[in-house]
């Protein structure tokens, strides 16, 4: 029976009664060592029920063996596997060493354990426990945390155990979290009373309660050695984990050589008495004096395995081992190993050798390349990193410990990648070996870090490659581009373009060439020259050849072209066929930065549904995958289409998260369009002198980079700004100059909102409609909607002003029925009222399903609307189908719909539109 832990019992007895009721539930219990996880665990599984109980517990020994936890925990289900959509089965497949593949992607293998689990808990609700989450390996931990974030409508609760240290898994999460305490004093109490050989006062229950900070653990261990306590300085309190390591450390101490070693055969051995057995054989001994420690309750017996009272324990035993008899163990373990367990027997013996071992170095460099092969980067960073330490010679070590860091980035642990980066750096000897570290560091940078340090880093790294290398030399300059174009250094860009286009020529790839083209158009473009030529050539390319540009480090070079083109439906096709591309293969950590590209594209057309629920999705996938870039210009990205719709306070929030990202990270461009934001939030909200301070900020800023391309301008609306403001003079002006760069650049898309502008700060009847016309024309040449309907809304007010009320009708109509269509609810206002007010009642449509649904809802909406099945867009968006159903219930109650026809006529009726 568990002692004083009543609320966190009944907390976790909801969790699980919602599951048996079909409601998802997850909970991380953290807390220090012996604080009684476990034990919590052990009363949640003692009150199972009718559930059905699937668990696994981290280890020291496994914490390196990639998907070692995962493949304990999935064990009882894998039956299933192949009901699993087919990536996802040939992903899980792969990843638990069940079959031969390609490298699934480590999302891949998140979004296949949440549908094994689904289908798991389709017979009866399931209960999963995971103790010791920090000690699991680490692609198993990124895995469950994948699964834990999407749980939502199956009927499943899940319990993980973690203790909280630095870069543990689930330390750091925003998953909901109950930090387990210390037991108050009346329960301590109660609790040493049991354990205590001896009786106890009132006194000695304080004093212990005081310096084990209430740990059970500790209460019970140390109440064993209560004269101890009593002799430790009452003012300092003695952290728990270090007290049980003592209590534990002395017992240990306390048995005979034989029974030690036997138990640090069996912790080296990670439990298996067998394996345990026949290591002892090799070492000249036995394992039958590990059954003294059985009579202390160190460890118990138990079909064949040997399972200890608790972790530390064995991290007492294998403390309290001196070097070279650990060294032993290892050694005559690995030596015991089944041929089969290859894996397992490179790893202690890595642990065996005493200074460099290039065999074992090697055996390791090759577990890393199978552990990288199927998505397990964090195994490969350790595997190349424990190389490195026991490799002779100095270049290979750098260019292992090179390795090891570019594993480190592609699992996420950013701090330990740069760490490694570092030390390799301290042994670099050559311009090549430099030159990588230059370019490792530039690309984490880029997408992870401060962009003025990335483009430092690729520069260099682009002038340390030998001359004859023009290939990597464009590369890495290309890459420089992007970071230029982020931070909107039109200066820096354009050295860099004019650089590439001298290599160009020298290029022995297409990709080479085409990456090339496209940065030289890039960086031309945003300083006000003529870059378009470059990007029509590159994009034409891409058009004929896809492929050409299929890197999944950089996914934005092959849709970038068609962004800044904004003129070719053939463009646009190609971005919607890569994020496909990326989302049938399920690689999920290309897909923010694609997700930013498509959805600022789609912002810019009629497909503003879409835009929301991929913005949204961007926003969510970079903060998983800790891409500040793309998460800065996502937020900036949606912020600016919350203010079209009105959205007004989640546009302010998602705008201050973006300027606060871009200032950290030197992301000019996010902050510009965060300003953006704001400035159409309060042009709409009709706050014209607000809006004129963000625009006026733009535009100085802008200035100030010397950013020339017209696109990001906000000049027609700050020349509206200022009319409404009643400065006419002011509003012209700025029209003037708008329409002399847009004119430089000649394209239809900013030429249709010069005249625009213009057309609202003419004095004369005729010269105002001349430009409308004209801005109506060239928005025919481009599918931005609502660019077209602000100018019709703006043509039909300027006629009803002048008493034209019949003439103004048909433009404020189309208008309204536009604005109603993309949901810029503010701007549909507007127009009714301006059509009222010629006479004719505004006929109003409903209100756009996007603003009714979630994100999550909207994205399942448009794509069950579309065609997919509930499984499809399950694997699609990494959830489970009965969570798919469950949104889908929500869409239909918000829509007033029931069926999968009205669905799609729902969604059909806006793309059509």
Known sequence: MLLGRESEQQRIAELVAGARLGQSGVLVVRGEAGIGKTALLEDTAAHLGDMTLVRASGTEAESTLEFSGLHQLLRP??????????????????????????????????AATLSLLSRYAEDSALLVLVDDAHLLDSPSADALTFVARRLLADPIAMVISTRPEPHAAFTATDLPVLDLGGLDLAAASELISRSAPNPTTA????????????????????????????????????????????????????????????????????????????????????????????????MRINAGRVDFRHPLVRSAVYAAADAQTRRDVHRAVAAAMPAAAHTRRVWHLSEAVVGPDDAVADDLVDLAEKATARGAHGVAANALTRSAELTNDDVLRCARLIRAGEAAWFAGHLTRARGLIDDAEAIAAGPDTLTQISALRGHIALRSGSLRDAHDLLVDAAARTDAAEADATVGLLADAVTACFYMCDTAAGLALADRIEVLLPACRTGSARTRGQLAIGVARVIAG??????????????????????????????????????????????????????????????????????????????NWQSALASYTESVALARETSQSTDLAASLAGLAWLQARMGRFAECRVNAAEARQLARRHHITFAHLWAQFALGDSALAEGNAGEAIVHYQGMESLLTDNRFRDVDLAPGPELAEAHMRHGDAAAAH?????????????????????????????????????????????????????????????????????IKKRVAARPHLRAALEDFERLGARPWADAAADELEATGERARRGGTEYSALLTSQELRIAQMLGRGATTKEAAAALFLSPKTVEYHLRNVYHKLAISSRSELKAVVQDRADG
């Open 529 to 606: 020259g003529d870059g378009m030529r470059w990007l029509r050539i590159a994009v034409e390319t891409l058009n004929n050849e896809p492929s050409v540009l299929d890197d999944p480090r950089r996914p934005d070079w092959s849709i970038v072209g068609a962004l800044f083109l904004r003129e070719t439906a053939a463009g646009r096709d190609l971005m919607q066929r890569v994020v496909q591309d990326r989302r049938k293969r399920t690689a999920i950590g290309a897909l923010p930065n694609l997700l930013f590209h498509t959805a600022r594209d789609d912002a810019t057309t009629d």
């Open 203 to 298: 006194e000695d229950a304080e004093h212990l309660h005081r310096v084990t900070l209430g740990s059970p653990l500790a209460l019970v261990e140390l109440s064993r050695d209560i004269e101890r306590v009593r002799d430790s300085p009452p003012v300092l309190p003695v952290p728990v984990s270090d007290a049980v390591a003592q209590a534990f450390g002395r017992r240990i101490t306390a048995l005979p050589d034989s029974t030690r070693l036997a138990l640090l055969l069996a912790v080296v051995a990670d439990g298996d008495l067998g394996l345990a057995s026949r290591a002892a054989a090799e070492m000249g001994t036995s394992l039958a004096p590990i059954v003294e420690a059985e009579s202390i309750e160190l």
């Open 733 to 801: 002006e700025v029209a003037v100059g708008y329409l002399g760069r847009a004119q430089e650049k000649s394209q239809p898309w900013a030429l249709a909102r010069a005249h625009r502008a213009m057309a609202l700060t003419a004095g004369e009847p005729g010269v105002c409609e001349a430009h409308f016309s004209e801005a109506l024309r060239l928005h025919e040449l481009n599918p931005d909607r609502f660019e077209a309907a602000r100018t019709r809304l703006a043509f039909g007010s300027s006629l009803r002003r």
């Open 77 to 110: 289900a894998l039956h299933l596997i192949d009901r699993l959509p087919a990536p996802q089965c040939d992903a899980l497949a792969v990843a638990l060493l069940m079959r031969d593949g390609p490298a699934p992607e480590r999302f891949a293998v998140g």
